[in-house]
């Protein structure tokens, strides 16, 4: 595809130190907006390459021609513990309190510590949580973490702040919105949320059109602008900073590490996007009433991509789905992220063939059903991508997976072939990855079989009755 191979080159280093900045900008908008148009696929990497990484004596001078040898700490140090954590298989995570200096033009972060000076750690965090991604985390910046005694030589603050700091990146997979939720956004609601907006951001690989695409979420976690961090030739210094953030499931919560769960989040993008409509219609057990059913009319969203895992039959689904009593949408969801949140929260259903479109469920009311189109090779996506998280945030799932015939695979492959007859039903390696997309997810459209799919929207009616 030629907005994927468009992307992939835009983040590529090699690239982008052969292209002037103004090119490099206008790059990365237009891939931004392939991204929001077209919704390339969502990255499936689960392997768990933990790594920890001890550097020795390490050089700090070569910062600042500032350098001090304070007697005291800038801020109180209250008890050594290990501040970096890097076993969690999902993302790397520091969190240190007492007196913390960042210097972002050099991707350094100071520790400083009344420690016995025998353990001069370090540790390399790329604070993007989809570790083990190589592709992904190859785009992020390597953060710099060292725990420096306090006798050691130590860049001077040049600005002094109050509140925390949270240090993240929005490189990665940003810009697919599936990760820029998945990866970005429920990390740093479970990171921040706490604390009440009295929060400093610090922002490394910054994309304008990102913090842009996403400022409502920000500013209602932050009462402070965000800094680009990588632009800081000052030294900044915080009473403490989680470098990193807190992730534990895809695109959800796992609520036995964390104190919040996919609800708050949920109500959280809500309120943050005043969104009136806190539960799906209740339809009556039996309306005979013909009033009282106009009035109550079920509304289905569908999803339709205009690039790839299109459906081909769209007007045989609106029409059996008005038939059945829904009032119909068809969008691509491609406004802004505010009309697609009002727009989405004013549905009952959501349906959609297996993609980044189906991440707005976020923005359905309570008790409102997901209708996931699983296509062929598509299961262990779909479930863990969707169907899982639909069912932690309260919505009703229905999962149609179709038939080899609703496939256009079988257009292109003859039907012994193992494309169509042993479809992958686990798991998707790294190695084997591109490979999959191609086939699956890039050359996969869906005719939908309407008599068989009829049961599907009939469960559907039944939820909201229940
Ligand atoms: C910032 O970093 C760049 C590249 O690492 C370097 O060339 C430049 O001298 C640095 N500027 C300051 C003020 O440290
Ligand atoms: C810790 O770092 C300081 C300054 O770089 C150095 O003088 C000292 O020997 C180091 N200690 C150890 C145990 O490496
Ligand atoms: C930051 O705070 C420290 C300790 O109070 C102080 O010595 C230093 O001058 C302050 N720096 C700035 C730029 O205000
Ligand atoms: C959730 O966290 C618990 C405790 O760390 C862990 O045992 C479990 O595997 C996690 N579940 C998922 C789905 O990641
Ligand atoms: C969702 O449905 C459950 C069970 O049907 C019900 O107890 C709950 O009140 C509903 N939630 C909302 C917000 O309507
Ligand atoms: C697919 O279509 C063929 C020909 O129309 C039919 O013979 C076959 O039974 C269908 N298979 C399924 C699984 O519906």
Not at 319 to 343: D, P, W, Y
Request: net charge positive; proline share 4%; hydrophobic share 40%.
């Amino acid at each position: 595809m030629k907005y994927d191979s468009l992307l992939a080159r835009s983040f590529s280093k090699h690239e982008q130190k052969k292209l002037g900045i103004g090119a490099f900008v206008s790059c990365f908008i237009l891939a931004a907006t392939f991204c929001f148009l077209f919704k390339p696929e969502i990255r499936h990497f689960r392997v768990v390459n933990v790594k920890v990484s001890l550097r020795g004596s390490p050089k700090i001078l070569a910062i600042t021609e500032e350098v001090t040898k304070p007697k005291k700490p800038y801020f109180e140090i209250e008890q050594e513990k290990q501040i970096c954590n890097v076993l969690h298989p999902r993302a790397d995570l520091c969190e240190t309190k007492g007196d913390i200096r960042i210097h972002g033009n050099s991707s350094t972060i100071f520790f400083v510590s009344i420690d016995d000076e025998k353990n001069n750690n370090s540790w390399n965090i790329r604070p993007y949580a989809r570790k083990g991604d190589d592709r992904a985390m190859d785009s992020v910046t390597n953060l710099i973490v060292k725990k420096v005694h306090i006798s050691q030589q130590i860049p001077i603050c040049t600005r002094n702040y109050t509140v925390p700091a949270v240090v993240f990146s929005t490189k990665g997979y940003a810009g697919n919105h599936f990760h820029d939720f998945s990866d970005v956004l429920i990390p740093l609601f479970q990171t921040s949320r706490r604390l009440n907006g009295e929060v400093q951001f610090l922002i490394t690989n910054s994309m304008p059109w990102w913090i842009k695409k996403f400022k409502a979420v920000l500013q209602r976690l932050s009462k402070y602008e965000a800094i680009d961090i990588d632009k800081e030739k000052d030294v900044l210094c915080f009473p403490s900073m989680t470098i990193g953030l807190k992730a534990n499931k895809e695109f959800s919560i796992n609520t036995s590490e964390s104190s919040y769960n996919m609800l708050d989040f949920t109500r959280f993008l809500k309120s943050t996007y005043s969104l009136k409509r806190k539960s799906a219609v209740r339809l009556k057990k039996n309306a005979d009433d013909d009033d009282e059913r106009r009035k109550n009319k079920p509304r289905l969203l569908i999803i339709s991509r205009s690039r790839t895992r299109r459906f081909t039959n769209i007007e045989e689904i609106v029409a059996l789905a008005k038939s059945l009593g829904f009032k119909v949408g068809v969008e691509e969801t491609r406004e802004n992220l505010a009309q697609v949140a009002k727009k989405v929260n004013s549905f009952d259903v959501l349906m959609g063939v297996h993609g980044a479109g189906l991440t707005n469920m976020v923005f359905l009311p309570e008790n409102a059903s997901v209708i996931q189109i699983v296509g062929l090779g598509m299961e262990w996506v779909s479930k863990e991508d969707f169907e899982i998280p639909a069912m932690d945030m309260n919505l009703k799932y229905l999962g149609y997976k179709i038939s080899v015939n609703e496939s256009s695979l079988i257009q292109q492959y003859p039907l012994e072939h193992h494309v169509l007859k042993d479809p992958p039903g686990n798991m998707i390696s790294p190695k084997g990855w591109a490979s999959y997309r191609k086939v699956y997810l890039d050359q996969q459209d869906v005719k939908i079989d309407v008599n068989r799919f009829r049961g599907t929207l009939l469960k559907a009616l039944e939820l909201l009755r229940s």
